[in-house]
């Protein structure tokens, strides 16, 4: 067993690497155009009085910051309607197909939570794509990605609980499990807004 942990974890961090080298590739590719426009910019326009360049050097990461608690406010709203809405359509389910449909707890269970996560999945990319992020990829493209890394983070939880409950002592409380399993999400939560906003949602800008 700790043999299949491991090699799972292994391969978690080889996915979640890719991803991340994707991630720098695409931000390179994307920003080598910028900056032959602004040298060529530099060179043809004059430089800016000094005054203004201090105004503009103490603007921007003023700027900068609000755009990106701002977004990073829009995602977690983003996150929490999805949350809503798998638990919602989870109970629709459940109270749809259980006894009438499906008599075994458990498989009308694992059935309903699939059917569940799915629509809130799709809700959830429609919001980041239109709203958080702006459409910066084609939908296309971006939806691909997504579910690749839904998928992803969906083992790299898994995997991540599953060995740092290896830990602790046997009969632990089902409250502590649950505290390991929300700060393994919650690191988890920060990956997946830096990679959707810069892998997902960060291709083929438009010019």
Not at 24 to 34: C, L, Q
Not at 96 to 113: P, Q
Not at 160 to 188: Q, Y
Request: aromatic share 10%; hydrophobic share 50%.
């Amino acid at each position: 067993m700790y043999r299949l942990l491991s090699k799972a974890l292994i391969c978690v961090l080889l996915i979640l690497s890719l991803l991340l080298s994707a991630c720098n590739s695409t931000g390179d590719i994307s920003s080598a155009p910028e900056s032959s426009f602004a040298s060529e910019q530099s060179v043809s326009e004059p430089k800016q009085d000094s005054g203004e360049e201090n105004k503009t050097s103490h603007f921007n990461p003023l700027k900068d910051s609000v755009i990106i608690y701002v977004q990073i406010l829009k995602y977690i709203a983003s996150s929490l309607s999805a949350t809503v809405i798998d638990l919602a359509a989870f109970a629709l389910f459940f109270s749809l197909l259980f006894s009438g449909v499906i008599n075994n707890r458990e498989l009308c269970t694992a059935v309903c939570s699939v059917m569940a996560r799915i629509i809130s999945s799709l809700c959830n990319y429609y919001i980041n794509f239109r709203f958080v992020f702006a459409k910066k990829a084609t939908a296309k493209n971006s939806l691909l990605k997504y579910y690749l890394l839904v998928a992803g983070v969906m083992v790299a939880s898994s995997v991540s609980t599953s060995l740092l409950t290896l830990a602790l002592p046997r009969g632990a409380a089902v409250g502590l499990i649950t505290l390991v399993k929300a700060a393994v999400d919650t690191v988890l939560f920060l990956v997946t807004f830096t990679l959707q906003r810069e892998w997902v949602f960060g291709g083929n800008k438009k010019k």
